[in-house]
């Protein structure tokens, strides 16, 4: 079981250029969320899918997009990148059907706007 | 809204001493709690979890009991190595939505 699996790992992006970043769940689950890490800070949430549609957000601007595939893999989009974008983004997996069963996490994506 | 609170690091022990984070947290209804480890580089990596009042949470010599009376999920090890050394989160969440993290606390063991 690979786990959940995110790419690339490190990204270096100018700012006002997009950004697309990608997960695979851990095999046998069906929900992606992702979460922005910034420098010293807690995983803040960005938003959830689930059956290919965003179904939970938190606070984050429309810069902010998603998209699931029907093999429940996800994308996570970001605009008009800004220099306080750059953080360490997380991707979660889970089992929506799983009740309290916990999430995984991915080794997340690096990225760096200059 | 519902939040975790961590007690603030950095946090520096010597090797086989005891050790306690302190979270507490603010919650509308019943989550279920954990405890996540980030090593240097990495993602983050489930510890420990308890999913209702009075569980207990363990893993590798780690232990968090969930206190609903005092609304805590306290994690502790009675004998730490260098190799624990990291930053832990306490982490809040309702059936694996939106969830609430904690600052995180930075441990640092000594030989």
């Known amino acids: 079981d690979a786990g959940v699996t995110q790419s690339p790992t490190h990204l270096i992006k100018t700012r006002g250029q997009q950004v697309t970043l990608r997960c695979s769940p851990k095999s046998g689950h069906d929900t992606v969320s992702w979460y922005q890490q910034a420098l010293g800070q807690g995983p803040q949430f960005i938003f959830q899918?689930?059956?290919?549609?965003?179904?939970q957000r938190g606070n984050f601007p429309d810069r902010f997009s998603g998209h699931q595939f029907p093999n429940y893999s996800s994308e996570l989009n970001v605009n008009a990148l800004l220099l306080g974008d750059s953080a360490l983004y997380l991707c979660?997996?889970?089992?929506?059907?799983?009740?309290?069963?916990?999430?995984?996490f991915g080794q997340g994506t690096r990225l760096t706007v200059v | 809204g519902d939040s975790v609170t961590q007690m603030e690091g950095p946090v520096t022990l010597s090797e086989e001493a005891f050790l306690t984070i302190n979270c507490t947290y603010t919650a509308t209804g019943y989550p279920s709690l954990f405890w996540y480890v980030q090593y240097p580089g990495e993602g983050l990596q489930l510890l420990l979890k308890a999913t209702k009042a009075d569980d207990k949470g363990s893993n590798k010599g780690f232990e968090a009991t969930y206190r609903k009376e005092t609304t805590s999920f306290h994690l502790e090890k009675g004998s730490v190595q260098v190799s624990d050394s990291a930053v832990y989160f306490c982490?809040?969440?309702?059936?694996?939505?939106?969830?609430?993290f904690g600052a995180g606390t930075r441990l640092t063991v000594k030989p």
């Open positions: 899918y689930y059956e290919e549609e965003e179904r």
């Open positions: 982490a809040l969440t309702y059936n694996n939505n939106d969830m609430r």
């Open positions: 979660a997996s889970s089992l929506k059907s799983g009740g309290r069963t916990e999430a995984f």
